[in-house]
């Protein structure tokens, strides 16, 4: 219900932006381009901010967090926009699930990237779980759809991932800036802080890593069952 009404928000604030792009006969995959493009600048800036920034300096994170927010946007656009403009095609909804998977698996190594190399390992290791279940979420939904299955169920779709990522990111840069980023919560008998800046976006990072996971693993379990009653009839 949440989704659904975020969704009929955003798109009440875009339908003038939509409407002008139909009217200029703009194409939908030219939109998903522009999407994926912006995801590599959101790339692009988690290593500059590895090669180039502190430890402590969350801005970077913050700034990546706002582009792929920004990108995900696009995501929102081309698809309403094909559908507004009669411009839908078969073609078109294979080249935007090609390009969100490459948009992706990009954020990913960028945010992997940037805990390699300012020592987040295990906040990296979680980072690149969280990449697999995302792409084994939209494969296996993919997979059993090809074979005649309905397999949308499940939380952690697309969407919802790009809203973690990108808001956890903005919180936690915007947490560093008023808080400092080696603001730390230190237990004495603990070998390791039990909360610090990052922690704004790492743990969000290791929630995706279990909670995509678990949906993929769900909708297979789902595709098995339907699968099994297709067969008994």
């Known amino acids: 219900m949440w989704k659904q009404q975020g969704q009929q928000l955003v798109y009440s604030i875009i339908n003038p932006l939509i409407q002008f792009l139909v009217r200029q006969r703009v194409s939908p995959n030219a939109i998903t381009f522009i999407g994926l493009a912006i995801n590599f600048l959101a790339t692009i800036i988690f290593i500059v901010g590895a090669e180039f920034g502190e430890r402590n300096d969350h801005s970077y994170i913050a700034l990546a967090g706002l582009t792929i927010l920004f990108a995900g946007l696009f995501d929102m656009i081309d698809g309403r926009l094909a559908r507004e403009g009669n411009m839908t095609s078969p073609f078109g909804a294979l080249f935007d699930s090609v390009l969100d998977r490459y948009s992706e698996l990009v954020m990913f190594l960028g945010i992997c990237y940037y805990l390699v190399a300012h020592d987040y390992f295990m906040s ?8 697999i279940g995302s792409i084994m979420v939209s494969y296996t939904r993919a997979r059993a759809e090809g074979l005649g299955v309905n397999c949308s169920v499940g939380a952690m779709q697309r969407p919802e991932r790009i809203i973690i990522i990108s808001l956890s990111a903005i919180a936690c840069g915007t947490f560093s800036y008023f808080f400092g980023g080696d603001f730390k919560i230190i237990v004495d008998f603990l070998p390791i802080p039990i909360f610090e800046s990052i922690s704004l ?10 909670w995509s996971n678990h949906t993929a693993l769900n909708r297979l379990n789902h595709a098995r069952k339907q699968l099994e009653k297709t067969n008994i009839t």
């Open 124 to 131: 990296s290791i979680f980072a690149f779980i969280a990449m």
């Open 201 to 210: 976006f790492t743990i969000p990072i290791f929630i995706l890593a279990v």
